[in-house]
């Protein structure tokens, strides 16, 4: 890894289909001091509600924690991106600036990988066959379907989940704010678990510098289970929803969502429960790598 890059064109250009379109390719190496910028997330702006001061203008979230921005795991900052004068995309001569400031916030680290419910691993079970015959391939074992007999795999058992780690997720304009989300470890009693934080940023740009200063950030944990790769949408009016996965003791991997707003977030609503745990082949070393990376 070098640095994130941003490349940054029209959209009516694209739109209408030319042989090629203009673009405009811009390096973060050394733009967090002497660390890159990693993972640098545009805005999505709901209701077509842009920030049209300084020529026009896309804010962009991203966090430095992880070892690709040298930050060890953990970090108690934040950056927010502009890139400013972005109708000039739209001429034959685009002109535009990046710029990003620091911001403070309260502590996060990388995730820990998440548990899942124990349940039915129909995948896993085969692989751990040794008795099934079949018509289908020579000797016992269901795990044959898979592998050549010299490639026999070893016990199997259900992998915890990958948690992501600290790279921001998605981003909205909206209210005039900037608001993000991440993945981090959080304290819940005597354990640690994947949980996400939330910050509600307001930007503002002169002499095409971007600063921002945040809000309110608030960090959501459930007790005894994960809540990982964040998504949010935020309205014109203020108010949003997040969604993420719910997954642990409690729960097989299912879809949930909470709602927010610029002062904190409601409480944890599950779309449907997952009927089962994940099985899929990434689970397991003998698809991918020990360990695999589910």
């Known amino acids: 890894f070098k640095s994130a890059n941003i490349y940054a064109f029209s959209k009516s250009a694209l739109a209408a289909t030319p042989d090629s379109v203009a673009v405009q390719q811009m390096d973060t190496m050394n733009k967090d001091g ?18 049209t001061g300084n020529g026009g203008t896309e804010y962009f979230l991203s966090s430095n924690a992880a070892d690709e921005a040298n930050g060890g795991g953990s970090s108690d900052r934040i950056l927010i991106w502009a890139l400013t004068n972005t109708s000039s995309l739209a001429t034959a001569t685009p002109a535009l600036h990046l710029s990003n400031d620091s911001i403070d916030v309260a502590s ?33 074992g269901c795990w044959r379907a898979f592998f050549l007999p010299k490639d026999q795999p070893k016990k199997e058992v259900m992998s915890h989940l990958d948690s992501h780690d600290t790279r921001m997720q998605q981003v909205s304009f909206a209210n005039g704010k ?10 819940l009693g005597s354990e ?16 095409d510098q ?39 003791r409690d729960y097989y991997p299912s879809s949930a969502w909470a709602a927010i707003d610029a002062i904190g977030i409601a409480d944890v609503h599950v779309i449907s429960p997952a009927s089962g745990p994940i099985d899929s082949f990434t689970l397991f070393k003998a698809f991918l790598r020990n360990p695999p990376r589910q």
């Open 34 to 51: 002497a660390n890159p910028g990693f993972t640098v997330w545009p805005a999505i702006s709901p209701a077509a509600v842009y920030e």
């Open 108 to 140: 996060y680290s990388i995730p820990p990988k998440s548990d899942q419910k124990p349940g039915s691993i129909p995948l896993g079970d085969c692989l751990n066959d040794r008795t099934t015959k079949s018509a289908l391939w020579k000797g016992a």
């Open 178 to 187: 900037v608001w993000g989300a991440l993945d981090t470890a959080v304290s």
């Open 192 to 207: 640690v678990k994947a949980g996400i934080t939330y910050y509600v940023v307001t930007p503002a740009v002169a002499s």
């Open 210 to 248: 971007v600063s921002g200063s945040l809000d309110h950030e608030a960090t959501l944990g459930v007790a005894h289970n994960n809540v990982t790769y964040p998504a949010l949408s935020v309205l014109p009016n203020g108010e949003g929803v997040m969604a993420f996965t719910l997954v642990g």
